[in-house]
């Protein structure tokens, strides 16, 4: 069966609350519900993290590497500086989808950037959950190796 992470960074865990006009009043829990009924329907198992610190997920990203296991990741806020995420998804050899429940295009333009993006497979912004799926089907699929 094939397995997938689903890597969520910073203020994830606060869904729900946070900003409910941009990320809606679904929460993480309601996310993590979400991907893996659809990881299910597709015979995928995915397993959810959520940290708010640049170490735990940096772990996560090495640890998929070593098991042979695709990513979906929204780092977040550390999407638009931390190169140490950056580094660390480059150097695993699976792919790894990025995605962010706004269209980080249309908002600030600090969060227009992305250190990530240039060493995901792929980047879907601005769906919501749906995102998530998305990425994971393209995964699933064969669409990003």
Not at 12 to 20: F, T
Not at 25 to 34: G, V
Not at 89 to 106: G, K, L, T, W, Y
Not at 123 to 144: D, H, S, T
Request: charged residues 20%; glycine residues 8%.
């Amino acid at each position: 069966m094939k397995r997938i992470y689903v890597i969520n960074g910073p203020n994830l865990n606060r869904l729900g609350l946070r900003e409910p006009d941009v990320y809606g009043h679904k929460t993480l829990a309601d996310l993590e519900e979400f991907i893996e009924m659809k990881g299910k329907q597709h015979s995928c198992e995915v397993h959810c993290f959520q940290s708010n610190s640049e170490g735990q997920i940096i772990d996560w990203i090495h640890e998929a590497g070593d098991k042979n296991i695709s990513m979906i990741i929204n780092p977040g806020a550390y999407t638009h500086y931390s190169y140490a995420i950056r580094d660390a998804i480059a150097s695993v050899s699976v792919p790894v989808m990025e995605v962010h429940i706004s269209n980080v295009h249309a908002r600030e333009s600090f969060r227009q950037h992305s250190v990530t993006a240039a060493v995901a497979k792929g980047q879907i912004v601005g769906l919501g959950f749906k995102g998530y799926e998305l990425a994971l089907l393209a995964l699933l699929e064969g669409e990003v190796e």
